[in-house]
């Protein structure tokens, strides 16, 4: 696991913002108001989503930079 973290950081940031969402969440269930239980979790659903794929998507960013721009990568 800790190699797997090291190859993929941003993967790790993009589980540990999923378990956060998911976390705030559950904190504040209790007072959505008169929203229905579907729209809540709804939402909840997007949200963690979003934070996921926003990390993925700055994972590979920095990987393309370093990559094609910063010529970090490989050497042939």
Known sequence: MADHAKKNPFLMAGFASLIAACAVGAY????????????????LRVIAQGSVIGCLTVGMLYHMVNEHVLHKGKKQ
Do not use: D, V
Not at 28 to 43: A, D, E, H, N, V
């Open 28 to 43: 504040k269930f209790k007072q959505r108001g008169t929203m229905p239980i579907s729209l809540y979790l709804l939402q």
